[in-house]
């Protein structure tokens, strides 16, 4: 099945600078990647996602680009402020088999972004 | 319109029991998906249904762990014998259809005494 490795694990920021994230995922057949922010205690909220016929997407100050051939994606955030602070998930959604529905999650990153 | 909601949001039980957690999707969305998700990790996926029926269970861990969707719409999360392992957040998640984004609850958090 399908694996995703995310990292960093942890991320700290200073207010205003770029946080990067970044995913791996085994699966050539994934063809969907979203990105969720969990705040402590609340549920995962989309924040953007991408789909394989697509190398970025850009929402404001977030963006997500995907490379197919490497099999990885990022999530990049600008002008970062105390309200990002979060955990950050990557997802893929595989295709093998059929079971192009199951979300198979990273790990998760902390960031914190210091006033 | 209203969210994925989820009841309870907390429930604490002993080690042995029997525990029934509900989902309420977003009205309209006829796939349907329970995740669980240990502290620290990423949610990881327990059963999928489309419609009333359940199309893919191969995340449920063991035989302990039932899932129903009688009528297309409201969802319970059915365990047996609770052990303390599986003790965890249990999110639910709805969409559309199979290929559109998922939407999640705020999760039922389990204690296992």
């Known amino acids: 099945g399908e694996n995703v490795e995310q990292h960093p694990s942890t991320l700290s920021v200073q207010e205003g600078d770029s946080a990067v994230i970044k995913c791996t995922y085994s699966?050539?057949?994934?063809?969907?990647f979203p990105w969720y922010k969990q705040e402590l205690g609340k549920r995962p909220q989309l924040i953007i996602d991408i789909r394989s016929n697509v190398g970025e997407k850009k929402d404001q100050r977030i963006a997500v680009t995907l490379n197919k051939t490497a099999k990885h994606f990022s999530l990049h955030i600008t002008e970062t402020q105390p309200e990002d602070s979060a955990v950050y998930f990557c997802a893929a959604r595989g295709n093998s088999g059929g079971s192009n529905y199951k979300l198979t999650f990273g790990k998760g990153t902390l960031l914190t972004v210091n006033p | 319109g209203a969210g994925v909601s989820q009841t309870p949001s907390n429930k604490v039980t002993e080690k042995g029991k029997y525990v029934e957690l509900r989902c309420d999707p977003i009205?309209?969305?006829?796939?349907l998906y329970w995740y669980r998700q240990s502290l620290g990790q990423g949610p990881e996926f327990l059963i999928y249904f489309q419609g009333t029926g359940a199309a893919d269970d191969s995340g449920l861990p063991n035989d302990r762990f039932f899932a129903v969707r009688p009528e297309g719409s409201v969802s319970t999360l059915k365990i047996q014998r609770t052990e303390r392992g599986d003790s965890a957040v249990y999110l639910c998640?709805?969409?559309?259809?199979?290929?559109?984004?998922?939407?999640f609850g705020p999760g039922t958090r389990l204690t296992v005494l």
């Open positions: 998640a709805s969409s559309s259809d199979r290929v559109h984004e998922q939407f």
């Open positions: 009205s309209g969305h006829t796939a």
């Open positions: 699966d050539s057949a994934s063809n969907y």
